[in-house]
């Protein structure tokens, strides 16, 4: 806000010539006493007095006038500056208020769409693992036949080794029988 001036009307300031209290004979002694005592009359006190409390004239009232007007706008500037910054702390406080509103909304929103990305992932992760036992239990099944094989295997190889006597004479008799 910005202060604006106050334009004053130019006065000149004179002390108004002090008026005459008697006829003219008081007012010559008044004026000869007045030499005499060096501005000590009861005209010159009456002025000093009146100047003392700042009523020494129409100037002064003028003067004394457009203060009053100076302070009051100057009191004004104040009060609409206390009024400017009281609404600006409301509307802070407003602003304040609705952002805190909406980052706690757009929190919720986030911290849902968090938990849809984790149960869209649980269900992967489900499938995934689902399959792995799948795969777990299939490797189980074909390594219980391998060893059924191994086993049958082995006790093929067992029969053959406690044999070779009685094959040698087999194949003796089958290679004869081919040579015939």
């Given amino acids: 806000m910005e202060l604006q001036g106050v334009d004053l009307p130019h006065v000149e300031c004179k002390d108004p010539e002090p008026q005459p209290l008697g006829d003219s004979k008081e007012r010559q002694q008044d004026e000869e006493s007045g030499e005499e005592e060096a501005g000590r009359g009861p005209a010159s006190a009456n002025r000093q007095l009146m100047m003392l409390e700042g009523k020494s004239g129409p100037c002064f009232s003028s003067l004394d006038s457009r203060i009053d007007i100076l302070k009051k706008r100057a009191q004004d500037l104040i ?84 044999q070779p006597e009685a094959l040698t004479a087999e194949e003796e008799q089958t290679h004869r029988d081919g040579e015939s």
């Fill in 79 to 162: 009060e609409n500056i206390n009024e400017s910054r009281q609404k600006d702390h409301a509307l802070m406080t407003n602003f304040r208020d609705s952002l805190k509103i909406k980052v706690s909304d757009l929190t919720e929103k986030l911290e849902e769409r968090m938990y849809q990305i984790y149960n869209h992932h649980n269900k992967i992760i489900q499938e995934k693992l689902q399959e792995f036992t799948q795969k777990m239990a299939k490797i189980s099944h074909l390594e219980t036949e391998l060893k059924q094989v191994c086993h049958t295997v082995e006790t093929v190889y067992k029969d053959l080794c406690i």
